[in-house]
């Protein structure tokens, strides 16, 4: 049976959120600059959406690039915008067609008049799909969201508009950039590395992770398979004991 057939048989995830960390070191492997690691990480970025279309995934959430990423060299930085803002003018078509929804979630302010109109575009031209929901993390951070967040609901209290005794979770996580997406349900991160980067604090506090040593640029839908077995073999307890669980279902 091959690896699509049996994730098709378990429980999917509605929500993957994806780290996609390896390029620059890929680059270095094969003696490359850092910037040619960015541009082969394209493909494995068209291979999880892809895949997760097909499988009926309903939101898949790629960090693209953080609020840290800010501080890497200029040269880099100019050439993952440029990359960023090609490749999505580039597969912006094959979106609409296939009724996938682009969203963004990050400090997008940070970015230059020109880069910002581009990326919207994007956003504006797939609003109206209902199929799979692809977001991508600019310029973004946990820390960052949570305060923003903060900041929204002091300025309502501060109007009257909101007392403190109304704050709920919920409510709370209604003022994050991810408002109106579930939480993760999975989140993979690719390179080896065993930590989440200041990536969605708040929405993967019961998230399953899956670290793989595969480099972002040598990622592909066998993988996205593979780590989704891994969680459809994971029990999910939420704080409950294994019998509880089982009694549920």
């Given at each position: 049976?091959?690896?699509?057939?049996?994730?098709?048989?378990?429980?999917?995830?509605?929500?993957?959120?994806?780290?996609?960390?390896?390029?620059?070191?890929?680059?270095?492997?094969?003696?490359?600059?850092?910037?040619?690691?960015?541009?082969?990480?394209?493909?494995?970025?068209?291979?999880?959406?892809?895949?997760?279309?097909?499988?009926?995934?309903?939101?898949?959430?790629?960090?693209?690039?953080?609020?840290?990423?800010?501080s890497r060299p200029r040269k880099e930085i100019d050439a993952l915008?440029?990359?960023?803002?090609?490749?999505?003018?580039?597969?912006?078509?094959?979106?609409?067609?296939?009724?996938?929804?682009?969203?963004?979630?990050?400090?997008?302010?940070?970015?230059?008049?020109?880069?910002?109109?581009?990326?919207?575009?994007?956003?504006?031209?797939?609003?109206?799909?209902?199929?799979?929901?692809?977001?991508?993390?600019?310029?973004?951070?946990?820390?960052?969201?949570?305060m923003q967040a903060v900041r929204h609901i002091a300025g309502q209290v501060r109007d009257g508009a909101l007392s403190p005794a109304e704050l709920t979770e919920d409510l709370f996580a209604r003022h994050l950039a991810t408002a109106g997406v579930p939480d993760p349900e999975l989140l993979i991160r690719t390179s080896g590395e065993v930590r989440i980067s200041n990536f969605l604090l708040w929405q993967c506090a019961y998230t399953e992770l899956y670290f793989t040593p595969t480099l972002w640029p040598d990622f592909r839908r066998d993988d996205l398979y593979r780590a989704i077995l891994d969680y459809q073999h994971r029990e999910r307890r939420f704080g409950k004991t294994s019998a509880q669980v089982q009694q549920n279902f």
């Open positions: 049976m091959s690896l699509i057939e049996q994730v098709k048989q378990g429980r999917l995830p509605r929500h993957i959120a994806i780290i996609m960390d390896g390029n620059g070191r890929w680059a270095q492997m094969q003696g490359q600059e850092r910037t040619f690691g960015h541009s082969q990480g394209v493909t494995p970025v068209r291979e999880v959406i892809e895949g997760s279309a097909e499988l009926g995934i309903s939101y898949l959430t790629l960090y693209a690039f953080s609020t840290e990423n800010w915008m440029s990359l960023l803002v090609s490749t999505l003018n580039t597969e912006l078509s094959t979106m609409v067609e296939n009724n996938i929804r682009l969203r963004l979630i990050g400090d997008l302010e940070r970015f230059s008049p020109d880069i910002y109109r581009d990326l919207m575009e994007g956003v504006h031209r797939t609003a109206g799909n209902s199929g799979l929901t692809v977001q991508i993390a600019l310029s973004y951070s946990g820390r960052w969201d949570i």
